[in-house]
């Protein structure tokens, strides 16, 4: 074994997970500071996204979509709906619920958000030839396949590729 827990050249596991996660966390960080110069962040551009696409929706499936907790969905809501971004209104079928819905302006700055994400995803990923892009992406469907099937927790999952 070596000194990272491996057999000869081959690194353990726990290293390469490791090694997996703090280059998720830069690469993430990036995109998420190159997004938020464009007037969005990463989180705020997702939740908008699913807006986007489903058109009105209810705070508690907006959470369920995304894996995170109401009360976080709930602030991003009130931060979006300050900003314009946003707007509640009722729930034609159930008047104690509300309904989220993105606004013109909100279609505006997400479409410039998307812009920055594709830029920077461009200048990171586009560093990398066709055979290696080509070889990433299987790594990554297999470590999916992997992270899917030791979630034995059975926790609600966010979308995926978002």
Same mark, same amino acid.
């Given at each position: 074994?070596?000194?990272?827990?491996?057999?000869?050249?081959?690194? *353990?596991?726990?290293?390469?997970?490791?090694? $997996? =996660? $703090?280059?998720?966390?830069?690469?993430?960080?990036?995109?998420?500071?190159?997004? !938020?110069?464009?007037? =969005?962040?990463?989180?705020?551009?997702?939740? &908008?996204?699913?807006?986007?696409? +489903?058109?009105?929706? @209810?705070?508690?499936?907006? !959470? #369920?979509?995304?894996? $995170? *907790? !109401?009360?976080?969905?709930?602030?991003?809501?009130?931060?979006?709906?300050?900003? #314009?971004?946003?707007? @509640?209104?009722?729930?034609? %079928?159930?008047?104690?619920?509300?309904?989220?819905?993105?606004?013109?302006?909100?279609?505006?700055?997400?479409? /410039?958000?998307? !812009?920055?994400? +594709?830029?920077? =995803? +461009?200048?990171? $990923?586009?560093?990398?030839?066709?055979? +290696?892009?080509?070889?990433?992406?299987? &790594?990554?469907? *297999?470590?999916? /396949?992997?992270? @899917?099937?030791?979630?034995?927790?059975?926790?609600?999952?966010?979308? %995926?590729?978002?």
């Amino acid at each position: 074994m070596d000194g990272m827990g491996g057999t000869g050249d081959t690194p *353990a596991a726990e290293h390469v997970g490791l090694e $997996f =996660l $703090f280059l998720a966390h830069r690469v993430r960080r990036v995109v998420d500071d190159r997004m !938020a110069a464009g007037g =969005l962040s990463l989180a705020r551009t997702k939740l &908008l996204r699913l807006l986007d696409e +489903q058109g009105p929706t @209810r705070l508690s499936s907006l !959470a #369920g979509q995304l894996g $995170f *907790a !109401a009360r976080s969905v709930t602030e991003t809501v009130d931060g979006l709906a300050r900003d #314009g971004l946003v707007e @509640r209104g009722p729930d034609p %079928t159930d008047r104690r619920a509300k309904l989220v819905v993105i606004t013109r302006e909100g279609n505006a700055v997400l479409a /410039t958000a998307n !812009a920055a994400g +594709q830029r920077v =995803l +461009q200048d990171i $990923f586009g560093a990398l030839d066709d055979e +290696q892009r080509t070889s990433l992406g299987a &790594l990554l469907g *297999a470590v999916d /396949t992997a992270a @899917r099937a030791a979630n034995s927790a059975g926790v609600r999952e966010p979308l %995926t590729n978002q």
